[in-house]
């Protein structure tokens, strides 16, 4: 059962639970805000979904609200940010402001955070970034985390380390943006189909013994394997190596130049982030960027398209439209997800939403 | 046929031969140890092959060898860098200089290239900026070029455009590099499995109708479609958004950012390049980095493996065992090859070298 909530109604709602909570009205505002637009887009594995254990996370102090995002290594176009275990989405925000500061006063930055929490969406900070008139590169991995094979490996050796590319479009509503695991899919995808009881394609899992496996149980250890499988990198048989070296590359540049820890162990955070901010106007003036976009996009676009496909979708796309969608006829969640959700917020003393009829 | 070359005297040998077609001393050395580590590598398709096309177009004055490199914009962290038509190894071996020098002073630096010939093996400005201490993310896309499908796409829209990630590894000798067409193969693997009468796996290419094909010569339109087919993203058909969307970041790096232009339109060079440093030092001790490095090239090491897989290489792994074995063993080259070689050598006055004794 799925209800259906207006998307400002449940932004002030947040507000209110993380006001609660502790958090500062501007942090709490970000949270709120991080978490509503991951459900408009579609990314519900990263929307309100997180509140319930962002709360948690508050309440036995692992997570410290209102702490300082403090600058502990800098120079004109990098910085190291220490988050103070502060939520993700705040540290992550302050840092991609710092990185397009930089980038303003240099032509590109990176900025790169330790001692951070779940840091969310990270296409979230490619938009923030466009926002600005720039183009962005990000990442996050995670620190001590076990999901993904090696090319070639049978067992679970790293995250799915999401990769972000992010450029203006062809207008302000339009970004180009790519927000990719590099794993073949997300976790998520595997735990849909076991709900659905679904097979998956070849090539996305192996079971406990290292063998290919259609059955997505055989990832949790629930199917005629009891051993916990593996998802593979993105590529498959022949060309996964580019999945795992992009996979690799994110441990590098958001595990290890932040000092968050890589997949071998993860000491500081539950995400290592790296942002970065190219300031396009110093190269070439941001309205000839934007035209070459769009000039690219409808080049993409023309047909033919490979039989049953009836149009090509740019990085970004199939997000806005399920934004617009939401926008206009709100934003479904599932029954147990917003009775957690209400149930956290009542213990912070928060009432409940009234829910507008259906 | 094929005969064996010890590396240095077909260094030397090339050295003479772009001296005489005009190349002044340092440039003639760029291209020949560009093109001699390619084929010491195992990337025989930007090796010596390429030496007779480039002299072909230094004699038709396409190419401008000794044509100085311009920083034509510039800010502290960036530049732009207009090639002036000169041989693209040396173009890009310049800019990569620059990119480390800006780098080194504010953390990290973006150069772009336009103007520039073939840029040749995109790796080795990675491994360029890996010697200086630094990370590396860079790439090339070849405007005009249409090769590659969009996801989804029925027919040719893009190049394969290669995405470089280079870091300094656990030793000086043994730098992470992954240097990746981000389409599912480079064409290369295609005129290979022709020339063996092989067929190709399910998800490389399309035939001329935009229909799924496993026989190489539909690529060519030289099989049973005589409409060219089309190469198609990295990542399948479930996955192949996020080769497309790689592939279009690419493009909006190294095309629109550069000036070089488009797979739309490529008025400005036979590639668009980006190459950015980061300075390691400057977020985590060197030292510290390349012992994550180590650790973690461990960690995804470990066995088990998957069915028939007796190992797990890192990037840049494969190309350095080929280094090993062709410095000791000497660098095949096929007589064609050769012939060729020697015949546009001759045609400069240059004598061919006297082979080993086999």
New interface residues.
């Given amino acids: 059962m799925t209800i259906t909530l207006p998307a400002p109604l449940l932004t002030d709602y947040l507000v209110r639970v993380y006001r609660a909570a502790g958090c500062p009205e501007d942090e709490a505002r970000i949270v709120a805000e991080h978490l509503v637009e991951a459900n408009l887009k579609g990314h519900d594995s990263h929307g309100v979904i997180r509140t319930t254990g962002y709360l948690t996370q508050i309440r036995n102090g692992v997570t410290k609200p209102g702490a300082p995002t403090r600058v502990v290594?800098a120079?004109?176009?990098?910085a190291?940010v220490e988050g103070g275990w502060n939520l993700g989405p705040v540290v992550a925000t302050r840092a991609t402001e710092i990185a397009i500061e930089k980038?303003r006063?240099?032509?590109?930055?990176?900025v790169?955070c330790h001692n951070t929490m779940h840091a969310g969406r990270v296409g979230a900070y490619g938009e923030q970034i466009v926002r600005a008139g720039m183009?962005a590169?990000g990442g996050v991995n995670t620190p001590g985390a076990r999901l993904v094979?090696?090319?070639?490996?049978?067992?679970r050796?790293?995250g799915t380390n999401p990769l972000m590319?992010a450029?203006p479009g062809d207008t302000p509503e339009t970004p180009?943006v790519?927000d990719?695991a590099t794993s073949?899919?997300a976790e998520g995808k595997l735990k849909v189909a076991v709900n659905k009881g679904a097979s998956v394609?070849e090539?996305?899992i192996?079971d406990g013994?290292?063998?290919?496996s259609t059955d997505p149980r055989d990832f949790y250890g629930s199917g005629s394997n009891a051993q916990p499988g593996t998802l593979l990198p993105?590529?498959?048989?022949?060309?996964g190596?580019?999945g795992?070296?992009?996979n690799?590359?994110v441990?590098?540049?958001g595990?290890?130049?932040?000092?968050a820890g890589?997949?071998?162990e993860g000491p500081r955070g539950t995400n290592g982030v790296f942002i970065m901010a190219?300031?396009?106007a110093?190269?070439?003036p941001l309205a000839a960027?934007t035209g070459?976009?769009a000039?690219?996009g409808a080049?993409?676009?023309?047909?033919?398209?490979?039989?049953g496909?009836t149009?090509?979708?740019?990085?970004g796309e199939p997000e806005r439209r399920t934004m617009v969608q939401r926008l206009r006829e709100g934003l479904p969640l599932d029954d147990e997800t917003w009775k957690q959700t209400v149930e956290a917020g009542a213990a912070l003393g928060v009432a409940a939403p009234e829910l507008p009829a259906s």
Same sequence: chains 1, 2.
């Fill in positions: 290594e120079a004109p176009s990098m190291v980038a006063a240099t032509g590109m930055a990176l790169v183009a590169i094979a090696a090319f070639g490996g049978g067992h050796r790293t590319f450029f180009f790519l990719m073949v899919v394609p090539a996305w192996l013994d290292g063998k290919p993105v590529g498959g048989p022949y060309s190596y580019k795992f070296g992009l690799l590359a441990e590098a540049l595990g290890m130049l932040s000092g890589t997949a071998v190219i300031d396009v110093r190269f070439t960027f070459l976009m000039g690219l080049h993409v676009k023309e047909p033919p398209y490979q039989p496909v149009e090509v979708l740019l990085p």
